[in-house]
């Protein structure tokens, strides 16, 4: 019995322009985001009906067999997860799940604030954060374990509850590296190493408990060129 997880990271956000620790502030997808997963929706609902999908990923995974179906869509509730988990439910006529635990991490002082802000404030703070997000955590904010703890909780309860079934997951990027780090065994402290685009989509089929990743940030969506 294989279980199917789409890890969803959400569109892009108002503001994207400029890289700010946005964490917990509620800020909504831009139009371009709600475009970015629109094409994705139209990407996985291309999953479950053939294999032939008009908008290619970076790498192609296993379409669904016939007679699947995705079962359930969560998400954090956050509203640029919301909305974008929203559109990625409308084809499967479902309502996507809020889960607060699956919320991008508190990033305390630092949010709202630029990288570059950051760097002039807090440069120590951010060097070593950067050094080792493991060790060291944002001012004020959350924890990588404290975040690890609540979100794989969350992730264990959905996989037990939907066991061979395909379930959509809509969280953030902070969120999503912690996830495919403690799935694939990867160590903590090395959370940057891995990328997480807005809409980006991973793939895993637990196998027996056993995550096996089939795709690692791939992305259906494509700027229109001015």
């Known amino acids: 019995m294989v279980t199917v997880i789409y890890l969803i990271r959400h569109g892009e956000t108002e503001g994207a322009e400029k890289k700010r620790y946005k964490g917990t502030i509620d800020v909504p997808l831009s139009g371009h985001g709600i475009m970015q997963m629109e094409q994705l929706s139209r990407y996985m609902a291309g999953l479950f009906k053939s294999s032939t999908n008009s908008h290619p990923v970076t790498q192609k995974p296993r379409s669904a067999d016939a007679g699947e179906f995705l079962s359930a869509v969560y998400c954090s509730d956050l509203q640029r997860s919301i909305r974008s988990a929203e559109i990625i439910a409308g084809p499967h006529a479902l309502r996507p799940v809020l889960v ?127």
């Open 100 to 226: 607060p635990a699956l919320r991008e991490r508190d990033f305390g002082v630092w949010e709202g604030m630029s990288f570059d802000e950051i760097k002039e404030k807090y440069p120590d703070e951010f060097d070593a954060w950067a050094d080792n997000p493991l060790q060291f955590s944002p001012v004020g904010g959350e924890s990588t374990i404290e975040v690890r703890e609540r979100v794989m909780n969350s992730l264990q309860e959905i996989i037990h509850r939907h066991q061979g079934e395909h379930v959509a997951v809509v969280a953030h990027g902070g969120v999503n590296r912690i996830i495919i780090c403690h799935l694939l065994g990867i160590p903590l402290e090395n959370i940057f190493r891995i990328e997480q685009d807005y809409s980006a989509l991973n793939i895993f089929q637990y196998h027996t408990n056993c995550p096996v990743a089939q795709l690692i940030n791939g992305t259906v969506h494509r700027r229109e060129k001015t």
